[in-house]
């Protein structure tokens, strides 16, 4: 499976965004997309996550982020409202099958900051 992120780019806080990843290949046993985010000197850390009808959302992005799924083009888009300052990072796409730790899949990382 390869993931291929577009989007990202430079933002005034208070504003939004769009990130999307496609996925090719394989991608028949794919049940589980998200965005994960990496800060200078931080872990990453789950954003937000989607697994059939279920969303998953980090407490800090819950009611300003959005994650959606088009299954027909294998594509997770991740919203972004209302950003803050401490929202930058790189942000990774991720897809898996639950079912298969081998099958864990990252795209490439798009760089996503919010500064005046």
């Known amino acids: 499976v390869q993931l291929q992120a577009s989007g990202g780019g430079l933002v005034q806080p208070g504003g939004s965004l769009s990130v999307s990843c496609a996925a090719s290949?394989?991608?028949?046993?794919?049940?589980?997309m998200g965005w994960y985010r990496q800060a200078p000197g931080k872990q990453r850390e789950l954003v937000a996550a989607t697994r059939g009808s279920s969303k998953t959302y980090a407490d800090s992005v819950k009611g300003r982020f959005t994650i959606s799924r088009d299954s027909v083009k294998n594509t997770v888009y991740l919203q972004m409202n209302s950003l803050k300052p401490e929202d930058t990072a790189v942000y990774y796409c991720?897809?898996?099958?639950?079912?298969?730790?081998?099958?864990?899949?990252w795209g490439q990382g798009t760089l996503v900051t919010v500064s005046s």
């Open positions: 290949g394989s991608v028949s046993r794919i049940n589980y």
């Open positions: 991720n897809a898996r099958d639950i079912r298969d730790p081998a099958l864990n899949y």
